[in-house]
């Protein structure tokens, strides 16, 4: 028999929702907010009233493209951490409501979790899954992490931003060079025609497999003022070799301790995972190192980087074969682990 599972994601500034036949997608829709834009970043307040705006069409319209009934949906699983607490709150309530309604099981997802378990969707566009034990670079707008994973439910960080994230030191570079948030897509488009050796910065000095971005972010802010005191045009005359060398640096950081880490497991089967991966230098980064015959690369397709509801469907699945179940009483949490 088959399993029709609705996924619901709204942690953050993305209202989704899916619906999954076992691992295959049947509808995947995101209604993104354009509401941040001039903000440099999410407005909390701002995210959790566009949620509310947004989560019912996002749903309906996802039944009715998977051409499925209400009724015939077997679980509900949704977002329940880490994130906003407004935003997550939005679809909690909705899920925990509509579970209550349908009298089917209620599915918790861990995001992070959800955005490794993409490799998962079964989509003939996607390259194929990768096999136990891998390594996953989980990249997005508020973590940076290298994954252990050894199976659907059983994942280990084993290195870890102590500062920004990726995505952030992305959008951070952007909105100091005048971008609109958020900056990471821009960055990667002005980098397409950039010089990435044009300007160097600094490489950060943390042990182990952990990472910092924050000094980037710094050295940047003090780069740039230098440089405009001589030239008010300098971002606008240099813009595709600035973002060019800074996405080259956060690249670089990545990749140094990803490589490291691969080292020290012992294993070759890397994947990446999160907003970032989205990103094509990244992208590139790694092709690299499968040419070079150093790993067996996964990267998931574009529309399964950045946040949406596919992948906590898919994540919700593999939970629901476990009869993995949540009460009507669990709350979201904010914070990775949770
Ligand atoms: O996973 P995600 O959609 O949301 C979070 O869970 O945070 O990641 C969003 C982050 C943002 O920081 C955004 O700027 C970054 O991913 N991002 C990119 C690209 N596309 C999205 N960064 C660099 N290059 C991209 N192409
Ligand atoms: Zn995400």
Request: hydrophobic share 40%; net charge neutral; aromatic share 8%.
């Amino acid at each position: 028999m088959s399993i029709y599972i609705l996924g619901i994601e709204s942690s953050c500034d993305d209202t989704s929702a899916a619906v999954i036949k076992d691992r295959k997608i049947l509808a995947n829709l995101v209604a993104n907010q354009h509401v941040h834009k001039d903000f440099g970043g999410v407005v909390p307040e701002l995210a959790s009233r566009a949620h509310q705006q947004n989560i019912i069409p996002v749903i309906s319209n996802a039944l009715s493209k998977a051409n499925i009934k209400k009724n015939e949906i077997h679980a509900v699983a949704y977002t329940n951490g880490p994130g906003l607490l407004g935003s997550l709150l939005v679809g909690t309530s909705f899920a925990k409501g509509f579970a209550m309604a349908m009298g089917i099981p209620l599915i918790t997802v861990n995001h992070m979790h959800a955005h490794i378990l993409a490799h998962f969707i079964e989509d003939e566009s996607q390259s194929k899954s990768p096999p136990f034990p891998f390594l996953c670079l989980t990249v997005s707008g508020g973590h940076t992490q290298i994954v252990l994973v050894s199976g659907y439910h059983d994942m280990k960080v084993i290195g870890q931003t102590i500062d920004d994230a990726a995505g952030e030191a992305f959008d951070k570079a952007a909105k100091i060079m005048g971008l609109p948030y958020p900056g990471g897509p821009l960055i990667d488009r002005y980098a397409r025609d950039g010089d990435s050796l044009a300007f160097t910065f600094p490489h950060p000095k943390v042990p182990g497999l952990d990472y910092s971005f924050s000094g980037l972010k710094t050295s940047i802010l003090y780069f740039l003022r230098d440089r405009l005191k001589k030239d008010p045009d300098f971002i606008k005359r240099n813009m595709s070799d600035l973002a060019a060398s800074i996405q080259h640096n956060i690249i670089e950081i990545l990749m140094k301790q990803l490589r490291r880490a691969a080292v020290e497991t012992g294993i070759r089967h890397i994947a990446i995972a999160g907003g970032v991966s989205a990103n094509s230098g990244l992208r590139k980064a790694f092709e690299k190192e499968k040419e070079e015959g150093n790993w067996e690369v996964y990267i998931p397709k574009f529309e399964y980087c950045t946040d949406n509801a596919a992948m906590i469907a898919v994540a919700g699945y593999f939970k629901y074969l476990n009869k993995d179940f949540s009460s009507q009483r669990t709350a979201p949490f904010t914070r990775y682990p949770g």
